[in-house]
């Protein structure tokens, strides 16, 4: 049974960081592209950043890039996003999903909110 299981999220003020996590499991992480997507209110789910089986290839939407990175650790099933400088545009539940950008693999976890506000 896959399961996604998404944290770290949580109420920062702008120009904060947050580091969010990832456990993945049931299914095969290490071959697996990995991909955060988020979801603000009232918008679609959109994706934020993915990376490469191996971690060389990373991807990052334009309004994200230079602020997030993602990386992930294949011996532990994790996959992260380091958010820097965040905005209260940046406010959403984030969640990761296996595959690419445009076609998430599996059923969504839970998600973790992240709320940017003074």
């Known amino acids: 049974q896959v399961r996604l299981v998404e944290s770290g999220g949580g109420l920062v003020q702008p120009g904060g960081s947050l580091r969010l996590s990832c456990a993945a499991s049931g299914f095969s992480f290490s071959s697996a592209v990995m991909t955060w997507y988020r979801q603000a209110p009232g918008k679609a789910r959109e994706w934020v950043a993915n990376?490469?089986?191996?971690?060389?290839?990373?991807n990052y939407v334009a309004s994200v890039k230079g602020r997030f990175t993602i990386s992930r650790d294949n011996a532990k099933n994790m996959v992260y996003l380091e958010m820097n400088n965040l905005n209260p545009e940046d406010t959403a539940v984030y969640y990761c999903?296996?595959?690419?950008?445009?076609?998430?693999?599996?059923?969504w976890g839970q998600g973790t909110q992240v709320t940017v506000s003074s």
């Open positions: 999903n296996a595959g690419s950008m445009l076609a998430p693999r599996y059923s």
């Open positions: 990376i490469g089986t191996s971690g060389g290839i990373r």
